[in-house]
């Protein structure tokens, strides 16, 4: 087989240090250009591409030690081949023609009875379109494996903003430093999305207001003028009531209202429910929201005069909404409400008003050239596909013939994990180790785990071709390999090739190089020549506009904004924003609240990137350990004293960790900063061990801060 990269494309051992461009892989709106600086063959060094105007030549702390990850002692350099029992570790070298054949050989034999009994198990290791769904998406869909359910992120809000502006669209982020007021909603910037926040910065300069809303007192809510700090899960009743506010004090756009939205008053559906969002959100005073939410009224009242005094003086008015807020039951109608106030103030107006949750809906990547879903027919052969949620594993793993989550297919014997890390990251841990544990279950990853059967050396960003779209901004990004491969790592599009080989996989398209692939992710839309000489490419105008909005145009059915679903309806689901209580909360569960009575959130830690990082030792001792942080009085009513170990625990499981008390807690809200490797954490746990598997209310998505728990000081 030819070599999956041309030499002659990797600066290798030059005397002469040099430059290459790339394209940062991470799970990150920020998707930043890179300038690798490489020398002898060894990358020496990582930074911002200064040309690259949404990087402006900065990185975080993590990438910008890039290349001690790449070059990191631990790093595995060969195939493993597992010697002892599953997650005991024990593993011992093998060659890589002796590890795919027999993988090929497994993958063969369980494939013969049903072929969707192989799960692919990927998600945003790499958000590259040739390393992420390229040559793997074949791979499995000519095999006819399972299909994956890729929800353990952004589905909830991202169905929520299809349902609503029709599509995963909205301001462009650079627009943000000529906003008036910008409210942060559920997103922590400075840690997650540092560089959407030089330009919330700039737009303080300039003197906007800045308003976040979060339950934790992060970083960002310190810098902002107002915080309001709701409890988990709350957002939709506080959106409801700024529109009931908007409407009882003639804050409204009506013009814009009629012209370009649905559902504003006209009257739908039966008797006894709310017809309209203005019937609906008239049912939401402030008082009502404040007592739903654990905050202040008049921090309302405050909130909705701002916001929609300042539009009617006809400046821009800006919502950045993020994913903290998606991830309990209502996580779905939360993102709908909040996504319909720019609509009702004609904040869309402006180029600097609106919303950004996700930019990645403008990007006219051509998915399927690259994944060839057409291949599946011919690997089912007639049987038909079968999709897990990658949110429920555990579940899916554990299940015996006929459990309605198989679907009427087999239980899953082969697992292929690529780009993810389900132990780590998946919720109700206890259940996903114990299916991954399954001694009858054919476990391969690309990379690390001490479950897996065959652990397979993958290259870093540094060592293979690339191309990017983003969630935060509007640019192509294109990422060249800088050195070679590390050790005898291989590009996961190579592991698929030659898997794709052995098994007798004979389609063309099964040959095409890294790069080959990245010249078909775009039409011509996108200059491949300037991706090479800069690094990257904006979009064109048509596919990003400024203003996108400014005149209706979204692209939902109805071409206008859809406050009222009709395709919501059609699944008989609410056709209109509503406020839904959190699963676990006092009022939905009064016996399961007095028996836990705190909720938890567990949003990142900021030196870490989901569980990628916590095995770089200088990162790890910034975070030094997993903490949970808690208020002075709920750490007062339990005895706790700071830097106690703890048990945080609920009928799901426990884990432990040191107490930090924190004003970043509020009372009643417990914050398990993640995503820990668990044989990282303390005894081998992270917070995973206590969140669900529920799903959210549209996106099938999980509700990782839909959680209640109890926190006791931890025995000896
Ligand atoms: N440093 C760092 N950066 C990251 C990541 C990382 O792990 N580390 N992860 C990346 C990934 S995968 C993603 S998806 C993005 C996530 O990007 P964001 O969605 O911006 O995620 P966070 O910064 O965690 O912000 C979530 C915030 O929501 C708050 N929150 C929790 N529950 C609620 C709620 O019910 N309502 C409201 N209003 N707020 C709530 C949390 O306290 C937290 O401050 O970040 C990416 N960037
Ligand atoms: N409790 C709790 N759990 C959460 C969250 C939370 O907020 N709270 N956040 C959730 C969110 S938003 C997300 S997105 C998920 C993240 O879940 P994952 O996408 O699983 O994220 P990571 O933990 O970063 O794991 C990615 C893995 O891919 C590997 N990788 C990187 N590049 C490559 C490559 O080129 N090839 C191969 N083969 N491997 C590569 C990395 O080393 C790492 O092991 O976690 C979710 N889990
Ligand atoms: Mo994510």
């Not at 209580?581 to 830690?605: F, G, H, K, Q, V």
Request: glycine letters at 8%.
């Amino acid at each position: 087989m030819t070599s999956h990269i041309a030499p002659e494309t990797i600066p290798a051992h030059q005397a002469v240090p040099t430059t290459v461009k790339g394209a940062c892989p991470h799970d990150c709106p920020d998707t930043c250009a890179l300038l690798t600086t490489v020398h002898n063959g060894v990358a020496i060094k990582v930074a911002g591409n200064p040309e690259h105007p949404a990087t402006g030549g900065v990185l975080c702390t993590k990438v910008a030690r890039y290349a001690e990850r790449t070059h990191h002692p631990e790093r595995l350099l060969h195939p493993l081949k597992r010697v002892g029992p599953k997650g005991s570790g024990q593993f011992l070298p093998v060659s890589w023609a002796e590890a795919l054949a027999d993988i090929a050989a497994k993958l063969q034999a369980v494939a013969a009875t049903d072929p969707r009994a192989v799960l692919p198990y990927s998600y945003a290791g790499t958000m590259g379109l040739v390393q992420g769904e390229s040559i793997a998406a074949r791979f499995f869909h000519r095999l006819g494996a399972s299909l994956l359910d890729r929800t353990i992120c952004a589905s909830a809000g991202g169905e929520a903003l299809v349902h609503t502006l029709g599509g995963k669209v909205g301001m462009r982020v650079e627009q943000f430093a000529h906003s008036q007021v910008i409210v942060i909603w559920g997103s922590n910037a400075i840690g997650s999305n540092l560089h959407f926040w030089r330009h919330v910065q700039a737009a303080k300069r300039n003197g906007a207001t800045l308003v976040c809303i979060d339950p934790r007192r992060t970083e960002t809510a310190e810098k902002c003028q107002h915080h309001l700090q709701l409890l988990p899960g709350t957002d939709a009743a506080l959106a409801l009531a700024l529109m009931h506010e908007f409407t009882v004090h003639g804050l409204l756009d009506e013009d814009y209202i009629t012209r370009f939205t649905t559902g504003w008053a006209d009257l739908h559906g039966q008797n006894g429910t709310q017809r309209s969002l203005r019937e609906r959100c008239l049912l939401w005073t402030p008082e009502r929201a404040a007592a739903v939410c654990g905050v202040d009224p008049q921090a309302i009242r405050d909130l909705a005069r701002l916001m929609g005094e300042t539009a009617r003086k006809n400046q821009p008015v800006a919502i950045r909404l993020n994913y903290g807020m998606q991830r309990t039951r209502g996580g779905g109608n939360a993102v709908r409400a909040v996504a319909c106030l720019p609509a009702l103030l004609g904040a869309w107006r402006h180029p600097a008003g609106g919303l950004l949750m996700s930019s990645s809906g403008h990007f006219p990547a051509q998915r399927n050239t690259l994944q060839r879903p057409d291949l599946l027919t011919q690997g089912l052969g007639g049987r038909a596909p079968r999709t897990i949620n990658m949110s429920s594993v555990g579940d899916a793993l554990l299940a015996q013939p006929g459990d309605p989550v198989l679907q009427g297919g087999p239980p899953i014997a082969a697992v292929v994990v690529y780009n993810s890390n389900p132990v780590a990251v998946a919720p109700e841990s206890a259940k996903v180790v114990q299916g991954f544990a399954r001694p009858d279950l054919f476990t391969v990853v690309l990379e690390h785990s001490d479950y897996a059967d065959y652990v397979l050396p993958a290259t870093t960003q540094l060592e293979h071709w690339d191309i990017h779209t983003s969630y935060g901004h509007t640019d192509v990004l294109l990422n060249q390999p800088a050195i070679a491969p590390v050790g005898q790592s291989k590009p996961n599009t190579q592991v698929f090739r030659e898997l794709a080989a052995l098994m007798g996989f004979a389609e063309p398209c099964f040959a095409d190089t890294d790069e080959a692939l990245c010249r078909q992710a775009f039409g011509p839309e996108i200059d491949f020549n300037q991706l090479l000489a800069h690094g990257f490419a904006p979009l064109p105008e048509a596919h990003a506009p400024l203003a996108p909005f400014a005149q209706g145009a979204f692209p939902t059915p109805s071409g206008r904004c859809e406050f009222y679903s009709q395709r919501l309806a059609g699944q008989g689901l609410d056709p209109l924003p509503n406020h839904v209580p959190n699963l676990e909360a006092a009022d939905s569960n009064p016996t399961l609240a007095r028996r836990y009575p705190l909720a938890m959130i567990s949003p990142p830690a900021r030196n870490f990137l989901n569980s990628t990082f916590v095995n770089v030792t200088s990162l790890r001792d910034i975070e030094a350990e997993p903490v949970l942080e808690m208020h002075g009085t709920d750490a007062a009513a339990r005895g706790l004293t700071e830097g106690a170990l703890v048990r945080v625990f609920n009928d799901r499981g426990s884990y432990h960790c040191a107490l930090r008390i924190s004003p970043r807690a509020r009372p009643g809200v417990v914050n398990g900063l993640g995503i820990w490797w668990r044989k990282l954490g303390v005894r081998g746990t992270n917070v995973n061990e206590v969140t669900s598997q529920a799903l959210t209310d549209l996106g099938r998505a999980p509700t990782f801060y839909d959680c209640l728990v109890q926190v006791e000081a931890a025995g000896d």
